[in-house]
């Protein structure tokens, strides 16, 4: 039998999630009970779109739908409050990164996840891309000796925060919306959490242009308990005229070896007169047909979001949560990646070495 999965925030992602149960749909995986957001544009495309009636509040949704799980594509600062009374519910939970803004959050998650027996995921994708699977698996049998230290990098075009985002950035940061995922990807990889960390940032741009009072860039340099140092540097504020929306790469260097992935120009790349330059990330999501001519998405972009329904499935055929237990983003991980953010700000925002 299907699972039943409905979708809170149907903004710029939370369509993603819309897509990706509809073709699981397709396959017999999942059922999409319905999706909520504050604003009704979104409600009056989405609903003939994809055939499911859209809510202007998520409490109402969960009490109307026969629902067994739900993802959370809201702004960073809602998750907490969304999560908390789905999981009272009785909801499993799927939460986009980062779990929230502060450990005392992810702790409240986690605790009234564990309190009502429901399985608290984090959608942090990078792990299911097939290059990284490819490092982790690599480093995890020892190809690169012991772990030294590294450098991860993502950056955003300008028009993520000015365009796509301009209501929540205030409330967000370079360090959430990016500098989340390599981190958990870099804990993932080396198997060993933070332990200090000293960072600084800078605001000129957004502030001095846009009046948007947030961080444009972040550098941070994170000592890991293992030993290992990585420095993580993120912004979202490189011109519209860069070839991807994107710029992200990084580079692991261990006792009898490195390994390197540039995840922005993964060698396809396009040339058109009203486009110019760009660089395409097919790994992440691609659009294809199949045989019978319907529309299929694949990518690590949708695998990571699929993967929270079959982890469903499986507790709903039976299946318990420690026998998941290690095989997917967990809410411990989301709050020890929320514990080296928070501290990367801290240490923004007093200059000091910040002890995790």
């Not at 933070?194 to 001095?208: F, P, Q, R």
Request: proline share 3%; hydrophobic share 40%.
């Amino acid at each position: 039998m299907p699972v039943k999965i409905a979708v809170i925030g149907a903004g710029k992602f939370g369509e993603v999630h819309l897509k990706t149960f509809k073709q699981l749909e397709m396959l017999g995986v999942a059922e999409l009970k319905g999706f909520s957001t504050v604003k009704q544009a979104e409600i009056d495309l989405y609903e003939p779109m994809y055939g499911v009636k859209g809510y202007l509040d998520y409490k109402e949704m969960l009490k109307k739908e026969d629902i067994d799980g739900v993802t959370v594509v809201t702004p960073d600062f809602l998750h907490r409050e969304i999560a908390v009374y789905a999981a009272n519910q009785g909801k499993h939970i799927l939460c986009e990164k980062p779990l929230d803004v502060t450990v005392e959050g992810c702790t409240e998650m986690i605790e009234t996840a564990k309190r009502n027996n429901v399985m608290l995921q984090v959608d942090f994708h990078k792990r299911y891309d097939p290059d990284h699977l490819a490092v982790e698996a690599g480093v995890r049998a020892g190809k690169i000796g012991q772990v030294l230290y590294g450098h991860c990098y993502m950056e955003d075009r300008i028009e993520v925060p000015v365009d796509w985002f301009p209501h929540w950035a205030p409330h967000g940061s370079p360090v959430w919306f990016l500098g989340s995922h390599f981190v958990d990807l870099v804990r993932w990889i080396i198997k060993s959490d933070g332990d200090t960390v000293y960072a600084t940032g800078s605001k000129k741009k957004l502030l001095g242009e846009f009046g948007i009072d947030m961080y444009d860039s972040a550098s941070a340099k994170v000592v890991f308990k293992n030993g290992a140092t990585f420095a993580f540097d993120v912004s979202w504020i490189i011109p519209r005229k860069f070839e991807a929306i994107v710029n992200q790469g990084m580079r692991i260097v261990g006792t009898d070896g490195l390994w390197e992935v540039d995840s922005q120009d993964r060698g396809d790349r396009s040339c058109f007169q009203d486009d110019g330059m760009r660089t395409w990330n097919n790994n992440f999501m691609r659009e294809e047909k199949d045989k019978y001519g319907r529309t299929i998405y694949r990518g690590y972009g949708v695998e990571s979001i699929a993967d929270f329904a079959y982890n469903v499935e499986f507790l709903k055929n039976g299946g318990t949560l420690e026998e998941l237990a290690g095989k997917y983003p967990s809410g411990e991980d989301g709050r020890e990646v929320t514990r080296i953010c928070a501290g990367i700000h801290k240490s923004m925002e007093t200059g000091e070495i910040v002890k995790l």
